[in-house]
């Protein structure tokens, strides 16, 4: 086996995340090595479970905690009706890190400085759950978050759906990305709420920017979830299933990735 360094970038998706979880289990199973973790929004939470050294039963139970009702609470500003605030707790209550410098891995949270409209990457040190609800403070649905600067921070995926370069930056030469964004969702018909319209709206935007992100990464993994909406929290044992079989699916490309020599 090669010394390469194996990093693995982590889409935003929302709900859609929780397939993250399922490719982490067949990662985890088959010992395939992952030396770096980035993660965008929904996968920032993923990736952040990973990197703390949590085992993948336990990543799922945290997900379980995870709802519209748990992770939001009126904002009372002008800029989002929902503060995320609640996930931030959320993540200190259930991560065995609350730090970056802490983590068993080193792990970059993707956000967007709202101000400039350029990516901002958590890393290296300072506070994981503020980093990881700024990373998933989606713009229209949660108020930016603020840091002690007074800079202000909405959701990753704006400007890095698929966070490939925040991972080699950090020192990956191989990439294992993780796509939950790209499958298609035109036969979703017409949604139903206004979380939906927003939802649908949106991944439609972010759909081809992701997609044309895929040639940052060596291997690129895509369950197929169009079926799923990402505002389906109640769903999480689908999406993981469905993450497991596409891991599976690429899981001899993963190898002779692994085993390439650089």
């Known amino acids: 086996m090669s010394n390469s360094k194996i990093g693995l970038a982590l889409s935003g998706g929302a709900a859609r995340g929780y397939a993250h979880i399922g490719v982490l289990r067949v990662l985890k199973e088959n010992g395939i090595p992952i030396d770096f973790v980035a993660g965008t929004s929904a996968g920032s939470i993923a990736g952040l479970g990973y990197a703390s050294g949590m085992s993948v ?3 799922i139970e945290m997900g379980k905690d995870l709802s519209w009702f748990k ?3 009126l904002s009372f500003n002008a800029k989002g009706l929902l503060s995320n605030k609640p996930l931030e707790d959320m993540i200190r209550k259930r991560v065995p890190f609350t730090r ?10 993707v956000a967007t400085n709202l101000e400039t409209a350029e990516e901002k990457v958590f890393k290296g040190e300072g506070d994981v759950g503020f980093a990881i609800r700024a990373s998933c403070a989606i713009p229209g649905v949660f108020a930016p978050v603020e840091d002690e600067t007074g800079k202000k921070y909405v959701d990753g995926g704006v400007v890095a759906p ?4 925040a991972v080699r930056d950090l020192g990956a ?9 790209s499958p298609n969702s035109a036969f979703w018909g017409s949604p139903n709420t206004l979380l939906g319209v927003f939802f649908q709206s949106a991944m439609m935007l972010l759909r081809t920017a992701s997609s044309h992100q895929h040639y940052q990464a060596d291997v690129v993994i895509i369950p ?9 929290i109640g769903k999480m044992d689908q999406f993981i299933e469905l993450g497991e079989q596409a891991a599976l699916k690429k899981l001899d490309e993963i190898k002779r990735l692994v085993d390439e020599k650089i």
Do not use: N
Not at 224 to 232: G, K, N, Q, S
């Open 100 to 109: 970056f410098e802490e983590l068993m891995l080193p792990f970059a949270a």
């Open 57 to 59: 039963d336990s990543i």
């Open 162 to 165: 698929i966070p490939a370069k």
């Open 224 to 232: 197929e979830v169009a079926h799923l909406r990402p505002d389906e």
């Open 71 to 73: 992770m939001s609470k």
């Open 173 to 181: 030469e191989k990439i294992i990305a993780v796509d939950v964004i």
